[in-house]
């Protein structure tokens, strides 16, 4: 089976850094995503990692070690628009590539 | 994403009755993925499903639930007999192969 284990709240100032991890357990992995949703509205894809490393996208970057199982979202100078959950997916080979879904942290930006 | 297009975005329905649900997916995307949530909660995969076939449908629930994508037509997820504990935003996914996945809007489903 495959499980995803992500903080369930975050809460952050406004202007500041946060990093949400995510840890996982799956066979056959094959990358993990990044998702944003707010309030219940679609969530938008945010970020992909397939290989160890950090990838950049604007204010947000994302990190995954294969071998510790391991990612995290880092926002950077964080806007009071960043308040919403945030989802970390994996692709298993061994779901035919499906991505299963973490539940979810919810990001707080305080003024 | 507003490519992957899903109606109705509103469903009532009655206890008993068949509710059914269409999905769009984006243009050259062959990948549909069904999604339910609750309020509160995570998103909870569903089935998986290629043009007419299925990939994977080990979160679809044994009984009343099904799901199909035809060779032509949308994508329908089809729930016979709802019961209360039905209700929830089912959201759809496209994608190509293995690469990232787009959401449409949902669709929030009321059984009354």
């Known amino acids: 089976g495959q499980s995803l284990e992500q903080p ?13 991890n995510c840890t996982y357990q799956t066979s056959g992995f094959y990358g993990l995503s990044w998702y ?10 945010l970020s992909y990692n397939g290989l160890d490393g950090l990838e950049e996208t604007g204010r947000f970057s994302s990190f995954l070690s294969r071998s510790d199982s391991y ?5 950077q100078e964080l806007q009071m628009k960043d308040s919403a959950s945030y989802f970390c997916a994996v692709r298993s080979r061994n779901s035919g590539y499906a991505l299963n879904f973490g539940k979810g942290t919810s990001l707080l930006v305080t003024p | 994403n507003a490519g992957v297009m899903q109606n109705p ?5 009655r206890r008993g009755q068949e509710a059914r649900l269409r999905c769009s997916p984006m243009k050259g995307h062959s990948h549909v993925y069904w ?5 509160e909660e995570g ?11 299925i990939i994977d449908e080990s979160g679809m629930p044994k009984e009343r639930f099904s799901a199909e994508f035809p060779k032509e037509g949308p994508s329908i997820l089809r729930i016979q007999q709802v019961v209360r504990g039905d209700s929830a935003a089912y959201f759809c996914a496209s994608s190509r192969a293995n690469t990232e996945a787009f959401f449409g809007q949902g669709t929030r489903l009321t059984v009354v």
């Open chain 1, 71 to 75: 990612g995290y979202l880092l926002l």
């Open chain 1, 8 to 20: 369930s709240e975050v809460t952050a100032v406004e202007g500041a850094i946060v990093q949400i």
């Open chain 2, 43 to 53: 998103l909870k995969f569903m089935v998986y499903l290629q043009k007419e076939n």
């Open chain 2, 35 to 39: 999604y339910r949530q609750l309020p």
């Open chain 1, 36 to 45: 944003q949703q707010h309030d219940g509205g679609a969530p938008t894809f």
């Open chain 2, 9 to 13: 975005r509103h469903l009532v329905r």
